[in-house]
Nanobody, 120 residues
Framework: QVQLVESGGGLVQPGGSLRLSCAAS????????MGWYRQAPGKERELVAQ???????NYADSVQGRFRISRDNAKKTVALQMSSLKPEDTAVYYC??????????????WGQGTQVTVSS
């Protein structure tokens, strides 16, 4: 089992920055992809960014160039540095580990979520 604990959310003004961190307990394997999702009120959960153990990252178009994801395999952590924040970035942000299963669908582990509010 994998447990994920996020930290770093809060209230920030438009144009500001925040850094989210997520620490994993349990086994994290090299095949696991770590990432961040977010869910705004009334909307579906969406992928923000994800990163492989080799450092390959991809981002949602809406955050490309403003957010940066990083991962420390030894410490089993993933972080999301968010800059130039906009009100539309307001959401609950969830840490995620996605584990590929060769014989079935992937297994997803989720953190409890951390609120990010961008408002003046």
């Amino acid at each position: 089992q994998v447990q994920l604990v996020e930290s770093g959310g809060g209230l920030v003004q438009p144009g500001g920055s925040l850094r989210l961190s997520c620490a994993a307990s349990g086994n994290i394997f090299s095949i696991d992809v770590m990432g961040w999702y977010r869910q705004a009120p009334g909307k579906e959960r969406e992928l923000v960014a994800q990163i492989s153990s080799h450092g390959y990252a991809n981002y949602a178009d809406s955050v490309q160039g403003r957010f940066r994801i990083s991962r420390d395999n030894a410490k089993k952590t993933v972080a999301l540095q968010m800059s130039s924040l906009k009100p539309e970035d307001t959401a609950v942000y969830y840490c995620n580990v996605r584990r590929t299963n060769l014989n079935g669908p992937a297994t997803n582990y989720w953190g409890q979520g951390t609120q990010v509010t961008v408002s003046s």
